[in-house]
């Protein structure tokens, strides 16, 4: 399977743990995207990456959430000391693209369940 | 500012039938519009895309958008539903304006059931 990858897809963890996600995206699409779903919604962005370089945050990116894609390649999402209200979906997303009419593809997503 | 809607949360209608799923939209320049479909506890399908050209757009699983700028829509059809097509569709926009974000803008989705 060629797609975006997603590990692990389903997370329990204790409130004030961290956790961390990882995204492999289609092999060679420069750009990866983390969203977040809570039921009833559609995806929230959180964070953008073109290459290994974040370029876009949303104000949603705390300070306990932190992503990286130090190769370009593969990226992360880290949360730290987690809170019940981060109980969501999280989606990654990749594209092939230099302008503005990439179409993103997303992964299956990692379900996360803060007690 | 980009936005969309999604009018209806949940669409109902009977195998065999046609059925529209509606998104209006709002950008300050072009849109760029597509749509998804989610099936439970799964990521987001790609279904289509419109950037320009031809209004009626064509998609995967026999699914159509028509694109109306006078009336900022962007609907998703299908001539004739199946069962299996019951799911959560989300319709998102991006502003084509020079400059800004390249983050689209999703919908809250439309729960669509398609009965026997």
């Known amino acids: 399977d060629t797609g975006v990858s997603q590990n692990p897809r389903h997370k329990i963890t204790k409130r004030g743990q961290n956790v961390t996600f990882r995204c492999d995206p289609i092999?060679?699409?420069?750009?990866l995207y983390w969203y977040r779903q809570t039921l009833g919604q559609g995806p929230e962005f959180l964070t953008y990456f073109q290459n290994e370089a974040q370029l876009e945050k949303s104000r949603l990116l705390s300070d306990r959430f932190s992503a990286e894609r130090p190769k370009g390649s593969f990226s992360t999402l880290e949360i730290q000391r987690t809170e019940q209200g981060d109980s969501a979906m999280y989606l990654c997303?990749?594209?092939?693209?230099?302008?503005?009419?990439?179409?993103?593809?997303f992964g299956p997503g990692t379900r996360l369940t803060v007690l | 500012a980009q936005s969309v809607a999604q009018p209806e949360d949940q669409v109902n209608v009977a195998e065999g039938n046609p059925l529209t799923v509606k998104c209006t939209y709002s950008?300050?320049?072009?849109?760029?519009l597509f749509w998804y479909v989610q099936y439970p506890n799964r990521g987001l399908q790609f279904l289509l895309k419109y950037i320009t050209g031809d209004n009626l757009v064509k998609g995967s699983y026999g699914f159509e958008a028509e694109f109306n700028k006078s009336q900022t829509s962007f609907h998703l059809k299908k001539p004739s539903a199946l069962v299996s097509d019951s799911a959560l569709y989300f319709c998102a926009v991006r502003d084509l304006t020079s400059g800004g974000s390249y983050i689209p803008t999703f919908g809250r989705g439309t729960s669509l059931i398609v009965h026997p």
């Open positions: 950008v300050s320049g072009n849109p760029y």
């Open positions: 092999s060679e699409h420069n750009r």
């Open positions: 997303a990749s594209s092939l693209g230099s302008g503005k009419t990439d179409t993103q593809y």
